[in-house]
């Protein structure tokens, strides 16, 4: 089965850091756009941040601007989402999108209103102290 799967989610205090990781099983990720995004309890899901295939357009949402820090490593096909100065309000849900084409910017992987090849399921995050 084709999918994604997300790991490194947790409980941290606020002003710790975490680093999530996203890799496929059953595909390679590297012609795919890769996108970040969460889900606050009670809360529409937002992409967080953005990468596309070759690692050169990324994007930020503001609320994570200079906080967090989005990667991949082709090699290993795996995406990393690093994630300093946790504050409280990014407790959510992390989930990881792909979706297919060189062509894909990061802020069209961004972009919700458009659909995604792939979801993974999420992985947990919690800020408190």
């Known amino acids: 089965q084709l999918q994604l799967v997300e790991s490194g989610g947790g409980l941290v205090q606020p002003g710790g850091s975490l680093r999530l990781s996203c890799a496929p099983s059953?595909?390679?990720?590297?012609?795919?756009?890769i996108g970040w995004f969460r889900q606050a309890p009670g809360k529409e899901r937002e992409g967080a941040s953005c990468?596309?295939?070759?690692?050169?357009?990324?994007k930020y949402a503001d609320s994570v601007k200079g906080r967090f820090t989005i990667s991949r490593d082709n090699a290993k096909n795996t995406v990393y989402l690093q994630m300093d100065s946790r504050k409280p309000e990014d407790t959510a849900i992390y989930y990881c999108?792909?979706?297919?084409?060189?062509?894909?910017?990061?802020?069209?992987?961004?972009?919700?209103?458009?659909?995604?090849?792939?979801w993974g399921e999420g992985t947990k995050v919690t800020v408190s102290s």
């Open positions: 999108g792909a979706d297919w084409g060189p062509q894909i910017s990061a802020e069209r992987m961004c972009d919700l209103s458009r659909a995604k090849n792939y």
């Open positions: 990468i596309n295939n070759n690692g050169k357009s990324i």
């Open positions: 059953g595909f390679t990720l590297k012609y795919y756009a």
